[in-house]
């Protein structure tokens, strides 16, 4: 089945500074790639995704990069702002089909005033 | 408002007993999942349905089982409940399989004394 691994589990930086967090995924035939964020005691949300057959997407302030050779993809923060303190999760589908989707551990993002 | 419904909301019982969890998908969503979140952790797999029928099973232990039923909404039985077993358990729906948006639901707050 999909192995998701998520780096790093916190991370803190500056406001107005970027964030970068990454995932790497373990089944090739995988083919969708979204980002969730969840805030403190509430639903996890989508913000973007990617699909395989392109390699970068943005969206404002966040981008979603994509290298299906070396199966990672990175979400990436730009001009960070106290409201993106939260948990972001990447995802992967996997089985077959891309049936189940397999959430990364998750990154504890922190922006400090 | 994600579309998906989580009932109850918060649930307290002791250990030893047997709860139910219930959830609505969005309407035209096939695909139910079930996601399991301990205090500060990520976000566990359970087990996926689609269209009444089971899809995908995680690391979901013996004394946990659910069903989707043919209207499509699904429930999840947790019985011999542990300690252990305190958690955020999320329900998420999705118009196919794992390479769509999943829509998560409130989560419900098991706590077990």
């Known amino acids: 089945g999909e192995n998701v691994e998520q780096h790093p589990s916190t991370l803190s930086v500056q406001e107005g500074d970027s964030a970068v967090i990454k995932c790497t995924y373990s089944d090739s035939a995988s083919n969708y790639f979204p980002w969730y964020k969840q805030e403190l005691g509430k639903r996890p949300q989508l913000i973007i995704d990617?699909?395989?057959?392109?390699g970068e997407k943005k969206d404002q302030r966040i981008a979603v990069t994509l290298n299906k050779t070396a199966k990672h993809f990175s979400l990436h923060i730009t001009e960070t702002q106290p409201e993106d303190s939260a948990v972001y999760f990447c995802?992967?589908?996997?089985?077959?089909?891309?049936?189940?989707?397999?959430f990364g551990t998750g990154t504890r993002l922190t922006i400090i005033p | 408002d994600s579309g998906v419904t989580q009932t109850p909301k918060h649930l307290i019982t002791a250990t030893g007993q047997r709860v139910t969890l219930r959830c609505s998908p969005r309407s035209g969503d096939l695909s139910v999942y079930w996601y399991q979140q301990s205090l500060d952790q990520g976000l566990q797999f359970l087990i996926q349905?689609?269209?009444?029928?089971?899809?995908a099973k995680g690391n979901i232990l013996e004394r946990f089982s659910a069903q989707q039923f043919p209207d499509l909404h699904s429930e999840l039985n947790l019985s011999s409940l542990e300690l252990g077993d305190s958690a955020l358990y999320f329900c998420a729906s999705s118009p196919q399989h794992g390479n769509t948006e999943a829509f998560f639901g409130q989560g419900t707050r098991l706590t077990v004394v």
């Open positions: 990617i699909r395989s057959n392109v």
């Open positions: 995802a992967a589908p996997s089985n077959f089909g891309n049936e189940k989707l397999t």
């Open positions: 349905y689609y269209n009444g029928e089971e899809r």
